[in-house]
């Protein structure tokens, strides 16, 4: 809906550019955030288990968060009435859900348990991949943060904000 508004107004000659954003993660989230990178930092942190509600070969794309304002910066201030995809890589081998558990798994020194039985009824997408050809034709953008860089902050940001909701406790 908002995507046909915006459209609207560029008829209008409103000046506006469009920009679809991928799964974006890194340092800045609450604490009490729900997205799936955090949940499986979270139970890594808190009894050094990642225990997935399925087999986690669901794929998804990712954006950390400084590529993402990169990318957003370079779509507001240089293109008018144009859609662009924002994302990071998308890796057909290091991209399940899986891939990202075994990965904080690692970082944390934590275990990844896969269900017994897989819970098919979660109905999530099998695969969440944009292309952002587009994109990385217009700004020449050839690098992004890694997934286990990106990853590492994301961990450190939740020790921190750990940390401080344990002082605030005292």
């Not at 034709?137 to 890694?146: A, L, N, T």
């Amino acid at each position: 809906m908002a995507e046909l508004i915006c459209k609207i107004y560029i008829e209008s000659e409103v000046e506006i550019s469009i920009a679809r954003i991928a799964i974006a993660y890194g340092p800045g989230f609450k604490i009490g955030d729900k997205r799936f990178l955090n949940e499986l930092i979270n139970q890594a942190m808190n009894s050094r288990r990642i225990i997935l509600q399925d087999k986690g070969q669901a794929k998804r794309q990712l954006n950390f968060i400084t590529d993402c304002i990169e990318m957003l910066l370079n779509i507001f201030i240089n293109t008018n009435g144009e859609v662009y995809n924002i994302a990071g890589v998308f890796d057909e081998n290091q991209n399940r859900i899986l891939d990202f558990a075994n990965t904080i798994g690692h970082l944390m020194n934590a275990s990844v348990e896969l269900p017994k039985i897989s819970d098919d009824s979660l109905n999530t997408q099998s695969i969440v991949n944009l292309d952002i050809s587009k994109y990385l034709s217009k700004f020449k953008k050839r690098s992004f943060v890694s997934l286990e860089e990106g990853l590492k902050l994301n961990i450190k940001w939740m020790k921190i904000l750990k940390e401080r909701e344990n002082e605030l406790k005292k």
